[in-house]
T-cell receptor, first 114, second 114 residues
């Protein structure tokens, strides 16, 4: 069966510091991968998605970036965090080639920027 | 362009009462629709989805939803609320333009009163 992991589970970082959040998927090959952000009391905002290694689509221009160095690894990064980057970050995956397929979510990372 | 509207950011019901969470969508093509549940500080879990075929969809935990094209609705119901149903619920529509994206509603927080 497929599983999705995210780490760390929680993170407190000062403004201006770098960020690296990692997501890995097990039990499937060439998944579509997604990064979402959920701010307090808000819905889910799609940040990036990837349909293959090195293929990243950005939905919202901001100081975040994403990379996919391996088939089942998706990384969210920032060089300098802003207060507005605080939130709950969710990674998700879906089957390759099916744009309408179910997305399965990881447990999330709670980021607080102080 | 597709969109999703969830009416009521907060809904309270008594234990044992009917749960009704509303979702309306806008789509120029036949939509694929999803309901997810999120418990505090956790990722999203799929409750049910509609793709094609039967318009009444049954999901996990006793939930079901009915796709009504004429009303552009996909409301979520459960005949009898349980305390464990307290969570946030998200409706989503799949963007069928081949871009592998969902559009999420802003969520409805369900409170179950003893």
């Amino acid at each position: 069966s497929q599983t999705i992991h995210q780490w760390p589970a929680t993170l407190v970082q000062p403004v201006g510091s770098p960020l690296s959040l990692e997501c890995t998927v097990e039990g499937t090959s060439n998944p579509n991968l997604y990064w979402y952000r959920q701010a307090a009391g808000r819905g889910l905002q799609l940040l990036f998605y990837s349909v293959g290694i090195g293929q990243i689509s950005s939905e919202v221009p901001q100081n975040l970036s994403a990379s996919r160095p391996q088939d089942r690894q998706f990384i969210l990064s920032s060089k300098k965090l802003l207060l507005s980057d605080s939130g709950f970050y969710l990674c998700a995956w879906s089957m390759s080639g099916l744009s309408t397929d179910t997305q399965y979510f990881g447990p999330g990372t709670r980021l607080t920027v102080l | 362009a597709q969109s999703v509207t969830q009416l009521g950011s907060h809904v309270s019901v008594s234990e044992g009462a009917l749960v009704l969470l509303r979702c309306n969508y806008s789509s120029s093509v036949p939509p694929y629709l999803f309901w997810y549940v999120q418990y505090p500080n956790q990722g999203l879990q799929l409750l049910l989805k509609y793709t094609t075929g039967a318009t009444l969809v049954k999901g996990i935990n006793g939930f079901e939803a009915e796709f009504k094209k004429s009303e552009t609705s996909f409301h979520l119901t459960k005949p009898s609320a349980h305390m464990s149903d307290a969570a946030e619920y998200f409706c989503a529509v799949s963007v069928t333009s081949g871009t592998y994206k969902y559009i999420f509603g802003t969520g409805t927080r369900l409170k179950v009163l003893a």
